[in-house]
């Protein structure tokens, strides 16, 4: 048996943004008690840290410097992720638009995503754990034994935002939020670092019209598969 079998088990799920993924992983990592990944978050916090700084988001050498300083921590409390940025709570702060496209941005950087690497693999912890994000079956957890391509079309991720958005009273248009869902695909899957693409080992699911305990049925059935033998 070799270390990577001695390893915590992991299950990545992946996708492009508004395709359940975050939710899915939530309600996984809580059904199987394992430990939570948001690598999001992190990105969105770096995002979020440059933003506060006003710095330039073309200058590639700062916003690396920026991910290495980066004070971030995650408590998890009762199913709920809170977010600390230098101890201050910027939870909700980081799902705004403008954080949202500004991590998109800053996660397209090669120095970036290698200062957040390794913090990302130090979450593996007994008794597992279930990452959520663009490439953790690619490149962060390449040997995870369950790896899902979590997605849907573009209109029902920006519908689903738009009633996300409107629960927190905040009006907005459909037409823009699909048009900043593509625009952020297309950053993602053509990025030189780690693009958005599922793992060749990937089990691609489409949860366009599918409920949130059916994805979630699926999903436990298939780590049932992976990890029995």
């Known amino acids: 048996m070799n270390d990577t079998n001695r390893l915590p088990p992991v299950v990545t799920i992946d996708g492009p943004s508004g395709s359940g993924k975050g ?3 939530k309600l996984l990592a809580d059904r199987l008690g394992f430990t939570l990944l948001d690598s999001g978050a992190l990105y969105r916090a770096a995002a979020l840290a440059a933003l506060q700084k006003e710095v330039d988001l073309a200058d590639e050498a700062v916003l690396t410097q920026v991910a290495k300083d980066l004070d ?5 409390s009762d199913g709920r992720l809170q977010v600390l ?3 201050r709570d910027i939870t909700n702060e980081i799902r705004m638009e403008r954080v949202s496209m500004a991590a998109s941005t800053v996660a397209a950087i090669p120095g970036v ?3 957040l690497l390794q913090r990302q693999r130090d979450f593996r912890l007994e008794p597992g754990l279930v990452a959520d ?4 079956g690619t490149t962060v957890f390449p040997d995870a034994p369950v790896k899902v391509y979590l997605t849907a079309t573009a209109e029902e991720r920006a519908r689903r935002r738009e009633a996300q958005l409107r629960e927190k009273g905040v009006s907005v248009s459909l037409r823009d939020l699909l048009d900043d869902i593509r625009a952020r695909d297309a950053q993602d899957m053509n990025r030189k670092a780690s693009p958005l693409a599922p793992a060749e080992d990937a089990v691609e699911l489409d949860s366009t019209g599918v409920g949130i305990e059916e994805v979630l049925r699926r999903v436990l059935a298939l780590v049932q598969e992976r990890t029995s033998s």
């Open 23 to 25: 939710t899915i992983a």
């Open 72 to 76: 971030v921590r995650f408590l998890v």
């Open 85 to 87: 940025l230098e101890g």
């Open 113 to 115: 995503r290698a200062a």
């Open 133 to 136: 994000g663009r490439d953790m």
